[in-house]
């Protein structure tokens, strides 16, 4: 499956461009909600506070998860739902605050054992700045770059994939070294291997 147009304003919808769940028609082209988690403010429910394409900030909640100041029906942690990593969420929906001034938020239906599964909430673990970056460059870097080396240009197929995300090739162990360092690689590294993933 080819990466969405992560240009499109209609396929990647801010907090303020999503419907409201008062909204019942169903929307006619599939679209995400993208947006980096900013902070852990779980009290009764586990809520990320997150900060959208428009730097508008949101609260994502579930609707049957319960937290404690001591525990949580779900590690956050180890699911990557920590500040400086993104959600990628499919035809999201916004609960309008009835009262007026009090800020709406994104709901997640269920609990413990269907929360990933029924929402197709994915983790991208990265900052949304690189997020972005990584998909308005995906067909220069990964799909023309397929017999590129990632760090000097030079052609050929006897290339080394990188390991982490087998997305960029290299020509040799030197390259690989800058490309990582010098180039960048680090920062996206993670963030190619769940696009891989998310659009295999
Ligand atoms: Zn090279
Ligand atoms: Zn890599």
Redesign the pocket.
């Known amino acids: 499956m080819p990466l969405p147009d992560f240009t499109s304003p209609t396929t990647f919808k801010t907090f303020n461009t999503i419907p409201s769940t008062l909204d019942s028609t169903a929307p006619s082209e599939s679209y995400y909600l993208l947006a980096e988690i900013k902070e852990n403010l779980s009290l009764t429910r586990p809520t990320l506070i997150c900060s959208d394409l428009s730097s508008t900030s949101f609260a994502l909640t579930w609707s049957e998860l319960n937290a404690s100041p001591h525990q949580s029906d779900v590690d956050f942690k180890a699911l990557g739902l920590k500040k400086g990593n993104c959600i990628l969420l499919p035809n999201a929906k916004r609960t309008d605050s009835v009262d007026e001034g009090k800020q709406g938020k994104v709901v997640i239906p269920g609990g413990k054992y269907e929360w990933e599964a029924q929402s197709g909430l994915k983790v991208i673990p990265g900052k949304l700045e690189k997020v972005v970056e990584v998909g308005q460059d995906w067909e220069f870097t990964v799909v023309e770059g397929e017999n590129t080396c990632g760090n000097c240009g030079k052609e050929g197929e006897e290339l080394a994939k990188?390991?982490?995300?087998?997305?960029?090739g290299y020509c040799s162990k030197e390259c690989q070294v800058k490309g990582w360092t010098e180039g960048g690689?680090k920062s996206?590294?993670k963030i190619?291997?769940s696009f891989k993933e998310t659009w295999p």
């Not at 990188?162 to 960029?168: D, F, I, L, S, Y």
Request: proline letters at 0%.
């Open positions: 990188c390991t982490g995300c087998r997305g960029v690689h996206v590294c190619i291997k």
